[in-house]
């Protein structure tokens, strides 16, 4: 005769069919991010309408006749909007037409030919044993441009602030450089102050 007895399962102790189910469900897990970021890829892969720029969520291409008419022309534009290269419009600064676009020929420092933010000095030599060389910040200044004709005494002719305690004023070139005394650690460079 055949007795078949359960016997109970200790704390701590995990079947075999726990087990199992615990592995599909990793698996089932696994499986179900897997198909979220692959359906999320092919999502944000549909091309742009490019033709449709009025925005109205209509794709076709004849989005550019703003007032219908069946004509792409520029009446097709904001009506109340000032036109012409001399007009105003907010952020555009410089009026040429394109908001909050400097470029060369809108530069106002200059007058006749003449740069005014530029500064003409006295002719300048450099120190016996140096030539040009484009300095930047953290970098030490020789000792032979710490001399009387170097020095920017008068640095609010030039539209600099005044130098920090312990710090002077050096021209280099065109540049004119903000040095320690001490050591000649260069604090800031301004490129460009003399012509």
Do not use: H
């Not at 970021?37 to 794709?59: C, E, F, K, M, T």
Request: proline share 9%.
């Amino acid at each position: 005769m055949l007795v078949i007895v359960n016997f109970p399962v200790p704390r701590g102790c995990v079947s075999a069919s726990s087990i199992r189910k615990e592995n599909n469900m990793k698996r089932l897990i696994i499986a179900a991010v897997a198909v979220s970021l692959l359906g999320a890829s092919a999502a944000s892969a549909q091309p742009r309408p490019y033709g449709d720029r009025d925005r109205d969520g209509v794709p076709n291409a004849y989005d550019r006749d703003r007032d219908g008419d069946g004509i792409r022309n520029n009446r097709d534009r904001n009506p109340n909007r000032p036109n012409g290269p001399g007009a105003f419009r907010p952020g555009d600064r410089d009026r040429d037409g394109i908001p909050n676009r400097f470029d060369r020929r809108d530069n106002r420092f200059t007058y006749g030919g003449r740069q005014y933010d530029r500064f003409r000095g006295p002719a300048y030599n450099y120190p016996r044993g140096y030539g040009y060389r484009n300095w930047g910040r953290g970098q030490v200044l020789p000792r032979g441009y710490f001399a009387p004709p170097y020095y920017i005494n008068n640095w609010s002719a030039y539209r600099l602030r005044p130098p920090p305690r312990g710090y002077r004023y050096v021209r280099v070139g065109n540049d004119v450089v903000l040095a320690a005394i001490a050591g000649g650690l260069i604090a800031e460079v301004i490129n460009g102050v003399f012509y």
